[in-house]
């Protein structure tokens, strides 16, 4: 049987998912978690689809996420609590909306994409977006997962 080993930053970033992933399917992995000033130019990724075609979606999925989060991030970032706020509601009433538009469009029906953004949001951001609904719902209804984001919560 094949071992694995996941080697990213310690935060939830792009490889939280795989994590799920590897909840999921009851699969043990070695989860080596990076820091990134000294060890990160030592493991920087160059993954790819195996056709033009999948590279090109992966690039749209993963490029959108990584400009959706450092968007993301950047809430959290200003001082000022007043304008915290507000480009928080900018950010659940325009940009949000936005990438979730581009994301439904590239969900499957069968509910096969992942993602989440509801825990640090007002209100669920999903609400009329029914194939990503469906994956949130898949994605949490499996034990594997269940457990292991009961366990990611608490450290």
Known sequence: M???KLTYFKHWGRAG????????GGIEFEDVRIVRETQWPDFKPRLAGKT????????M????????ETIFAGLYREKDEKT?????????GETLP?????????????????????D????????????????????????????WMKKEAAQ
């Open 2 to 4: 094949p071992s694995y």
């Open 17 to 24: 998912v795989l994590r799920l992933l590897f909840a999921a």
């Open 52 to 59: 033009p075609l999948q590279e090109a979606q992966i690039d």
């Open 61 to 68: 999925i993963v490029d959108g996420l990584a400009d959706m």
């Open 84 to 92: 915290k706020l507000e480009n928080m509601k900018k950010f659940a």
């Open 98 to 118: 936005m990438f979730l538009n581009n994301f439904e469009k590239l969900a499957s029906s069968s509910g096969h994409f992942v993602g989440d953004v509801v």
């Open 120 to 147: 640090h949001l007002p209100y669920d951001p999903l609400v009329g977006y029914a194939n990503l609904t469906k994956i949130m719902d898949n994605v949490k209804s499996n034990p594997r997962i269940a457990e």
